[in-house]
């Protein structure tokens, strides 16, 4: 006879009150007297299930590199009750169609170097949190834990975004992972679904990726390595700020060949602590609208790969900064190494750099930081960049106790804005400008600078000495002239040159920063050094450039090689 399932919901004495048609059965029609009786259904099992650990290839997964294990995977993992773990054991586990991970379930594999998740076709990532395909995240997803998984893009892929992981999380932990051969971002934290508008509209904040690996993401090639510079290794993507992914953590991780390191797109209270990379096409980190942001500890080696002309440094807070209203950000203690020429040559360098923009305040510190560049000396290499965005803004930055070494720092050791409101606190980096090879001027009666020997000089007090060992070749007699030039304003200054050749010349003074010293008394192939020293008042900021002049069109000076200026802020 025909029957159905009726769900009690209330029972007073005698009367019972029922849900008819439970469970998606149809109610029928009954004779009267029929029997009603107590059972177990499927679903009232289901909802008696305490989470469980679960091997997939329990449940049909074959991990062998080939078969595409999509359905059986997606079949065990949304049938599993919420706080359950999903197990892989070791193999290379195929998926043709974007994985989609559930919230509040913990994703394990054996080990990741030897259990992987890898695409098979052009998909918009190998996996996802649930609901980003189908663009129902309105609200950030609940929390994942994934540990020791490799998850691969697809090497021959051509189309699609090809992400590793794409999570829209809140409080999740990736740890232990590895992300490799990804057409787009390695680990992407997405504030959008995958048609680049439906918003995630509320904090997903606290996510924390820890020693995790990323290769080779934005992969074009295999042979050679080619790799986009849109793409990151790990990014936090918000490129309209919308201030949806906060206070997160990535640390200790390795990032090898991508296009951006790690991007963080909205970085307020992020910390980017401890991780390695190396390779980078773009900037080795990039942390967009940072404020009380942490970046430490990191050691960058090599960035700037891309063949598109751009700005690109180890350490990137160009973009998009909040008015932090004097709550700064703190990069102290990283190492960057630059030593491989960048894929353009029009780009320009830093090794670390920092923007006030739209108007409003930036604070930052940058302190102990190590900077070493080893390439030829080229004026679009800085140290540290300060910028004011269009002169409208304001930057207050504390520059204390960093070293910035080697040839490559032509542009300035510590380059700040000539427009806006700038304030220099600490030391500064007390720092000396090293002349890292000898110039030799083009014979002639112009002004011409010395390649590697300026200085960039905020507003404040300074004490400047230097050595400049100089040699002057052509008419006996002729004179030579070697002086600074200043962008900015000097409001006091005292300023002595002294010439010490075959026989001693008393020191000359003055008064103006700009006063050159000259004439050669003896013209001769000789090496002599030229002493100088000032104390200097800046009101306005400018560089400090070295250059040279002779009054006799077949004359040449050079300027040799170690010739250094020391630069000491002191109070004024």
Not at 174 to 190: A, P, Q, S, V
């Amino acid at each position: 006879s025909a029957s159905e399932l009726m769900a009690c919901t209330n029972v007073s004495g005698t009367t019972w009150t029922v849900t008819r048609g439970a469970e998606g059965t149809t109610p029928v029609s009954h004779t009267a007297g029929f029997t009603i009786r107590e059972v177990t259904s499927a679903g009232a099992l289901a909802g008696l299930q305490t989470p469980g650990w679960f091997d997939v290839k329990n449940w049909g997964a074959k991990g062998d590199g080939s078969t595409n294990d999509y359905a059986a995977l997606t079949a065990l993992i949304g049938s599993v009750p919420l706080g359950s773990e999903i197990f892989f054991p070791e193999g290379t586990y195929m998926v043709g169609t974007t994985l989609e991970l559930p919230s509040y379930l913990t994703y394990t594999g054996a080990n990741k170097d030897t259990t992987v998740i890898a695409s098979s076709g052009n998909l918009a990532a190998t996996a996802a949190s649930a609901g980003w395909l189908e663009n129902t995240n309105t609200s950030a997803a609940g929390p994942v834990t994934i540990r020791e998984l490799s998850f691969y893009g697809n090497q021959s892929q051509t189309s699609g975004a090809g992400h590793g992981l794409v999570l829209q999380t809140f409080w999740s932990y990736i740890e232990d992972c590895c992300f490799e051969y990804t057409y787009g971002d390695g680990l992407r934290f997405d504030v959008y679904g995958v048609n680049g508008s439906t918003a995630v509209g509320n904090a997903a904040s606290e996510n924390k990726v820890s020693r995790c690996q990323c290769r080779f993401n934005g992969l074009l090639s295999v042979s050679p390595f080619t790799v986009l510079s849109s793409a990151a290794g790990v990014h936090v993507s918000d490129p309209a700020y919308t201030g949806v992914y906060t206070d997160g953590w990535v640390e200790d991780c390795i990032v090898d060949t991508t296009g951006n390191g790690i991007q963080v797109d909205d970085g307020a209270g992020w910390a980017v602590t401890g991780n390695h990379i190396y390779g980078a096409q773009g900037s080795g980190i990039q942390v967009s609208r940072p404020w009380m942001s942490k970046i430490n500890g990191n050691y960058i080696e090599t960035w700037g790969g891309s063949t598109t002309s751009g700005t690109y440094c180890a350490i990137d807070c160009f973009n998009g900064y909040v008015n932090d209203g004097g709550y700064g950000s703190v990069i102290c203690g990283n190492v960057m190494f630059f030593n491989i020429t960048p894929g353009n040559a029009g780009s320009y360098i830093a090794g670390i750099g920092s923007q006030a923009s739209g108007g409003d305040q930036a604070t930052v510190t940058i302190a102990g930081n190590m900077i070493v560049g080893t390439l030829a000396p080229s004026t679009q290499y800085f140290g540290i960049s300060l910028s004011n965005q269009n002169g409208a803004s304001t930057m207050v930055a504390t520059v204390s106790g960093n070293t910035i070494y080697g040839p490559s720092w032509a542009g300035g050791l510590l380059q700040v804005p000539s427009a806006g409101a700038v304030t220099l606190a600490g030391d500064c980096g007390a720092y000396s400008v090293m002349l890292p090879t000898t110039f030799s001027s083009a014979t002639g009666t112009a002004v011409q600078n010395v390649t590697g020997m300026a200085a960039s000089l905020a507003p404040g007090a300074y004490l400047l000495s230097g050595v400049f060992w100089y040699t002057a070749h052509g008419t006996t007699g002729s004179t030579q002239t070697i002086a600074w030039t200043f962008g900015g304003t000097v409001t006091a200054a005292q300023v002595t040159w002294e010439f010490r050749g075959a026989a001693y010349l008393a020191p000359t003074s003055g008064t103006s920063v700009t006063t050159a010293f000259g004439p050669s008394p003896v013209l001769t192939t000789t090496t002599y050094p030229l002493y100088f020293s000032a104390h200097v008042v800046v009101s306005a900021i400018g560089t400090l450039q070295l250059t040279v002049k002779s009054t006799t069109s077949g004359d040449e000076i050079s300027v040799i090689a170690g010739s250094f200026l020391n630069v000491q802020p002191v109070s004024a």
